[in-house]
């Protein structure tokens, strides 16, 4: 079946601009994650859903970054006025129940550079 | 607080060689312990589990055990190849109360040469 998508695959914006970043998870997943991940480095948690909430968003670095999930499923990363320091590749994941022990699944990213 | 500690790479292996790669942890509470391969121009996926002490997860070949008394979860493989070269994520789910995040180490990149 289809994994998790993520558009676009990559993003290049000037410093100051407005960003959308999407993500497509899999069909009946109720949890979905985001991520960002710098160069030579590991993941870094941003924010988890649990079906349309938010229900911990404590790694979003400050707020410029917001997302959303309106309907339970595709959710949107948005960041205001992009800093060069913004520039990573954002990660989505999504996972059947949000449990633990549940696994989470990754899409491909989307890289985002900030000029 | 909860973080993830790895052996720092790069790691250079001939094919057929024997594989440890370190990770140790520190968390609150009791954490559920994962491994994350990234392969060459593709997204992270999940190497193996484990979700309690003692447990042992293991899937193509590799294998790694849930020590709670070292705090440590690290990956094994008895005799790697070339299609095993890939960058290896450790990671732990905290289990705290309403939050789901993995938390992961900075990644160990493994190359290995026929």
């Known amino acids: 079946g289809a994994g998790v998508s993520q558009t676009p695959s990559n993003k290049v914006t000037e410093k100051g601009k407005y960003v959308e970043l999407r993500c497509d998870p899999i069909s009946g997943h109720t949890a979905l994650y985001w991520y960002r991940q710098s160069l030579g480095q590991g993941p870094e948690f941003l924010i988890y859903f649990q079906g349309t909430g938010a229900a911990d968003d404590s790694g979003l670095p400050n707020d410029r970054f917001f997302a959303v999930r309106p309907e339970g499923s595709v959710s949107t990363l948005k960041i205001q006025r992009t800093e060069r320091g913004d520039s990573a590749v954002y990660l989505c994941?999504?996972?059947?129940?949000?449990?633990?022990?549940?696994?989470?699944?990754f899409g491909p990213g989307t890289r985002l550079t900030v000029l | 607080g909860n973080s993830v500690t790895q052996m720092e790479g790069p790691v250079t292996l001939s094919e057929e060689a024997f594989l440890t790669i370190n990770c140790t942890y520190t968390?609150?509470?009791?954490?559920?312990l994962f491994w994350y391969v990234q392969y060459p121009g593709e997204g992270l996926q999940l190497l193996l589990k484990?979700?309690?002490?003692?447990d042992k997860g293991s899937n193509k070949g590799f294998e790694a055990t849930y020590r709670k008394e070292t705090t440590s979860f690290h990956l094994e493989k008895g005799s790697v190849q070339v299609s095993d070269s890939a960058v290896y994520f450790c990671a732990l789910n905290p289990k705290a109360q309403g939050a789901q995040k993995l938390v992961f180490g900075q990644g160990t990149r493994l190359t290995i040469n026929p």
């Open positions: 968390a609150t509470g009791y954490p559920s």
């Open positions: 994941a999504s996972s059947s129940y949000g449990g633990s022990t549940d696994t989470q699944y």
């Open positions: 484990a979700t309690k002490a003692d």
